[in-house]
């Protein structure tokens, strides 16, 4: 119970996500595509002034190591759903393309089920207690779900990340930056991955797609500029 107004809001997540992307597929995408490119930005200009404060002025920001950390495991968080649907994950097919047609769509259907029970586990695993597995309850073993569940109720804060003074005066809050404000991506990327994996699994069944990889983007690209190659 203690986790279910977070995994309420997840789902509500998935829900307005499927129904604008029903709408405005592109959108979606250029707005996936725009999140990824600016959290590379921002990790690349605060890396770069970092460079530029410590050897050129001798000073810098302290939180500076640790926010580019955390964009960047947002960066990762965020783009492995995104990847998943635009098929850009790297994986070997060979053994698989050997296989009857009927067995082969089976087995990709079972690589992106696996994907999605890979990234629900890790969300939440205490459902596996419902198998018999002897799965604890406390936020150590329940996922990446109960673990920010664990660290929004605790409100510890992050080591070198700050609030601004002026959001401590007038607010009133700690003066670091509280770390489920960090780690909030981790569950959220974990439910888009696991969202766009059963996406795959439905459109690999309807034939709309391969697999869940892509195996063979090599040998598609010399195909496609096979005629420049000659030249």
Same mark, same amino acid.
């Given at each position: ?22 709408? $405005? ?15 590379? #930005? ?38 492995? !759903? ?8 790297? !994986? ?32 939440? #695993? ?12 406390? $936020? ?5 779900? !109960?673990? $920010? ?7 510890? !804060? ?21 770390? $489920? ?12 991955? #696991?969202?766009?994996?059963?996406? #795959? ?31």
């Amino acid at each position: 119970m203690a986790l279910l107004v977070p995994a309420l809001l997840l789902v509500l997540l998935l829900v307005l996500l499927n129904l604008v992307e029903r709408r $405005w597929p592109d959108g979606v995408t250029r707005l996936e595509e725009n999140v990824l490119a600016s959290l590379l #930005a921002i990790i690349t200009l605060v890396s770069f002034t970092q460079v530029i404060a410590r050897y050129g002025f001798n000073s810098g920001w302290t939180g500076a190591l640790e926010f580019t950390r955390i964009l960047f495991a947002w960066m990762i968080l965020f783009g492995m !759903g995104y990847g998943i649907k635009q098929g850009m994950h790297l !994986g070997v097919d060979a053994l698989v393309r050997l296989l009857p047609r009927s067995l082969f769509r089976a087995a990709a259907v079972f690589g992106a089920f696996a994907v999605f029970l890979y990234a629900f586990i890790l969300l939440y #695993a205490g459902w596996l207690s419902l198998l018999g597995i002897d799965v604890s309850t406390n $936020w150590r073993q329940t996922g990446a779900l !109960g673990y $920010w569940k664990f660290m929004y109720t605790m409100g510890t !804060g992050l080591d070198d990340l700050r609030y601004p003074q002026w959001m401590i005066d007038g607010f009133g809050i700690q003066e670091r930056v509280h770390r $489920w404000v960090a780690y909030l991506m981790l569950p959220i990327g974990l439910t888009l991955l #696991a969202y766009r994996s059963l996406q #795959a699994m439905g459109a690999i069944l309807r034939g709309e797609r391969e697999m869940v990889i892509a195996g063979h983007e090599a040998e598609e690209l010399v195909a496609a500029h096979k005629d420049e190659l000659k030249d």
